[in-house]
């Protein structure tokens, strides 16, 4: 059985080239220009997609530190005005 499958994968491949030859919209070199002009607008929409992505991260990361220092600065703030009522209430009971 093994004998037979390669002649047919030799037969399939020369079948599928030659039908990729017929249905070929364009000749190989226009084919690659096509390509290659493809490739370097894909390449530009990365570059301009991932100059968007940094500007969003920093502007993320710094609202990210302004929220962390408002926290930060309420925590701190409510910490010290629950010591003064603890201190308060236990300067009450001594």
């Known amino acids: 059985m093994a004998d037979n499958r390669l002649p047919c994968f030799v037969i399939g491949l020369g079948v599928g080239a030659a039908l ?3 249905a070929a919209p364009s000749r ?3 084919t690659r220009g096509d ?4 490739a370097e607008r ?3 929409f990365v570059t301009r997609g991932s100059a968007d992505l940094r ?3 920093e502007v993320a990361v ?8 408002e926290q930060r600065a309420n925590l701190d703030s409510a910490y010290r005005a629950g010591m003064d009522a603890y201190r308060r209430a236990a ?3 001594w």
């Open 20 to 22: 990729g030859l017929l």
């Open 91 to 93: 300067g009450e009971h």
């Open 42 to 44: 894909g390449r530009e």
């Open 55 to 57: 500007k969003c991260a």
């Open 62 to 69: 710094e609202r990210g530190r302004e929220t962390v220092q």
């Open 35 to 38: 390509l290659r002009r493809a």
């Open 28 to 30: 190989g070199s226009k």
